[in-house]
C-alpha cells in the first residue's frame, strides 16, 4: 500500500501552516522590554524628515492606497485641530527613523504639502474643496504647517524581535501584512532591495510559481537562502525569527557583500535549472504530473547545490531523464517527503533534508 498517497491527500485537505509564530520567550526577560521616547512633531518638520530621508517611508505591497477624498478629510482634520491618531516610528541604528504605523497618514501629509492634490470632499470646510495647498491662504499654510503630530519612536536598543511584535500588534489593516511584508518594512535597506529584485527574474517566478507574487512569497524564499546558505548547521527555529535576525543584522550590507551574495545566489539557481529544468523545486508523482513549487524542496535544492558546487559544465553533461528518475525515487521515500511537508522549519528536520539532498546530489554528479 502506498502510504505516501494518503499523506499526500492528507496534507491538501489538512496543510500544515506556516510558522509564523514569534517566540518572545526566546529572549532573556531583561530584553523584552520596550524602549521609546515620544515626540510632537510638527507638520513642518514632518515633511522636511520625509524630504531629506530622515523619516523613512516604507512601501509594502499595497504602497500608498489612501484615495483624495481620504487624504483630504485628513488634511481637514488639521485645519480643524482634530486630534491625529499617534504615529509609531522605528530608530535605525543610524538615527533615521522608519514608519510602523502611520504611512498613509505621512504620506498623504507629505503629498498634500508638495501640492500632490487638490482638496476635495471636505465636509466642515466644503469651500476650500479644490485648493492645493500653494494656493490656500498664507494663514491656513501656517496653521497646517504648525500643528503638531504625536510620534513615538521605539528607539535603536529594542530588540529587533520585540520591534517586530509590536509591528505585528500595530498591523490591524484589512490584509494582514505577512512576515516578508513586514520584513520589507522594518529592515528595509541594501539587502532587502537586492532580494526584491532578484524575486523579480522571470525564470526564478516561474519556477517558484510566483509569477502573481502579490504577497512578497519568492523574496522570504530568497532571504531564507541568504539565511541558510552559509549558516544552515545552526538554524534555530522559529524560521519566522531566524529570518528576522540575519535581516536586520545584515540589513546595511556593503555593496560588494550584496554583490558577492546575489551573485552566488543567481549562480546556484541556474545550476539547478540546469539539472532539473522544468522540475526545478517542484514536488510531483510518478506520472510526473501535479507538479508544485514546495519551498522546503527549494531549501534542499538550493543549499546542497552550494555545498557540493558543481561547475555548470559537469551538470550539462549528465543525463538528465536519469536525474529527474532518481529524483523521482526519492521524492517518493516517506521520510524525505516528510521532510517537505511536515513539521519543515523544525532544526531537526532542516538539517535531515539539507544533508539528505547533498548525498542525493553527489551520488548523481
Excluded at 208 to 220: A, I, L, N, P
Excluded at 330 to 356: A, C, M, P
Amino acid at each position: 500500500m502506498d502510504n505516501n498517497k494518503s499523506t499526500r491527500l492528507a496534507n491538501k485537505l489538512f496543510p500544515v501552516k506556516e510558522e509564523y509564530e514569534i517566540d518572545i520567550l526566546d529572549i532573556p526577560a531583561e530584553k523584552r522590554k520596550l524602549n521609546t521616547e515620544t515626540y510632537d512633531f510638527t507638520v513642518s518638520t514632518i515633511v522636511e524628515y520625509i524630504s531629506d530621508k530622515h523619516i523613512e517611508i516604507p512601501m509594502f505591497q499595497r504602497g500608498y492606497v489612501w484615495n483624495r477624498a481620504q487624504a483630504s478629510r485628513l488634511i481637514e482634520s488639521l485645519i480643524i485641530q482634530c486630534p491625529i491618531p499617534v504615529v509609531y516610528l522605528s530608530q535605525n541604528s543610524d538615527e533615521t527613523l522608519s514608519v510602523i504605523d502611520g504611512n498613509q497618514r505621512l504620506t498623504s501629509i507629505s503629498l498634500y504639502l508638495n501640492d500632490g492634490f487638490p482638496l476635495t470632499g471636505l465636509a466642515t470646510y466644503p469651500e476650500l474643496d479644490s485648493f492645493k495647498f500653494s494656493e490656500l491662504d498664507p494663514r491656513f499654510q501656517r496653521h497646517i504647517r504648525n500643528r503638531t503630530i504625536r510620534c513615538i519612536v521605539i528607539l535603536k536598543d529594542t530588540h529587533p524581535q520585540i520591534k517586530f511584535d509590536v509591528f505585528e500588534r500595530l498591523n490591524t489593516g484589512s490584509v494582514k501584512l505577512n512576515p516578508q511584508e513586514l520584513r520589507h518594512g522594518i529592515y528595509n535597506g541594501p539587502l532587502i532591495r537586492a532580494i526584491e529584485k532578484l524575486s523579480n527574474i522571470s525564470s526564478f517566478k516561474k519556477a517558484t510559481s510566483t509569477t502573481k507574487d502579490k504577497r512578497m512569497k519568492g523574496e522570504e524564499m530568497i532571504l531564507r537562502y541568504f539565511a541558510l546558505h552559509n549558516n544552515w548547521e545552526n538554524y534555530e527555529k522559529p524560521m519566522t525569527t531566524y529570518l528576522n535576525s540575519y535581516a536586520e543584522s545584515n540589513r546595511f550590507y556593503n555593496e560588494q557583500a550584496i554583490e558577492t551574495l546575489s551573485e552566488t545566489f543567481k549562480s546556484n539557481f541556474n545550476k539547478c535549472m540546469e539539472l532539473y529544468g522544468e522540475y526545478t523545486f517542484k514536488t510531483f508523482d510518478a506520472s510526473k504530473k501535479r507538479m508544485k513549487a514546495n519551498t522546503a524542496l527549494f531549501d534542499a535544492q538550493m543549499i546542497s547545490m552550494t555545498i557540493v558546487n558543481p561547475t555548470i559544465e559537469q551538470l550539462e553533461g549528465i543525463d538528465k531523464n536519469m536525474v529527474i528518475d532518481r529524483l523521482t525515487t526519492l521524492l517518493d521515500k516517506e521520510d524525505f517527503y516528510n521532510s517537505l511537508t511536515k513539521g519543515t522549519t523544525d532544526k531537526n528536520v532542516v538539517q535531515k533534508r539539507i544533508n539528505d539532498y547533498t548525498t542525493f546530489l553527489r551520488a548523481i554528479l
